[in-house]
């Protein structure tokens, strides 16, 4: 039985990851090109990288389609452009870009390390209301908080 990281090994086959300082280069080389954060709304809303669109990986697939509830006419129009897939570490990502690969996105890469990688590499973040987030108080959100029931069972004897 496969696990949620043989998964994502398994898409990298197809899918290709860039570092956030590719991604910086990135930008500045082509302003065409399209962030794609996949995170869940709260997740945008708290922080993203600015310009980025938010499009959350349960409805990605529909949101790059003609006539869905869910589609997003900009997404639709961009299977020609260079696409960054971010997420916060960089696995729904490499999920993501693989999806749009297989639907016929031509040019789309992950974040390798996501936006936690990204503000280690001191890149701004903004809020909902565009303000930036500190790099310390992003520091403090990309940490991991697992309560005691999401942890592995200890094995007995």
Same mark, same amino acid.
């Given at each position: 039985?496969?696990?949620?990281?043989?998964?994502?090994?398994?898409?990298?086959? *197809?899918?290709?990851?860039?570092?956030?300082?590719?991604?910086?280069?990135?930008?500045?080389?082509? #302003?065409?090109?399209?962030?794609?954060?996949?995170?869940? #709304?709260?997740?945008?809303?708290?922080?993203?990288?600015? *310009?980025?669109?938010?499009? #959350?990986?349960?409805?990605?697939?529909?949101?790059?389609?003609?006539?869905?509830?869910?589609?997003?006419?900009?997404?639709?129009?961009?299977?020609?452009?260079?696409?960054?897939?971010?997420?916060?570490?960089?696995?729904?990502?490499?999920?993501?870009?693989?999806?749009?690969?297989?639907?016929?996105?031509?040019?789309?890469?992950?974040?390798?390390?996501?936006?936690?990688?990204?503000?280690?590499?001191?890149?701004?973040?903004?809020?909902? *209301?565009?303000?930036?987030?500190?790099?310390?108080?992003?520091?403090?959100?990309?940490?991991?908080?697992?309560?005691? *029931?999401?942890?592995? #069972?200890?094995?007995?004897?």
């Amino acid at each position: 039985m496969k696990n949620f990281l043989n998964l994502i090994s398994d898409s990298l086959t *197809d899918v290709k990851e860039i570092m956030p300082w590719d991604l910086e280069e990135r930008r500045q080389a082509n #302003p065409e090109l399209m962030i794609v954060d996949v995170r869940e #709304p709260y997740e945008y809303d708290a922080m993203h990288i600015e *310009d980025s669109i938010t499009v #959350p990986r349960g409805i990605l697939e529909s949101a790059c389609e003609w006539d869905y509830e869910e589609t997003i006419p900009q997404l639709v129009n961009a299977r020609q452009r260079e696409i960054v897939v971010v997420c916060r570490s960089g696995y729904r990502s490499v999920l993501a870009a693989f999806s749009l690969h297989v639907i016929g996105y031509t040019n789309v890469v992950s974040l390798k390390t996501g936006l936690r990688g990204w503000n280690d590499y001191e890149q701004p973040l903004v809020d909902k *209301d565009g303000k930036v987030v500190e790099i310390e108080e992003a520091d403090d959100y990309f940490t991991p908080k697992l309560r005691e *029931d999401q942890l592995r #069972p200890k094995q007995q004897g």
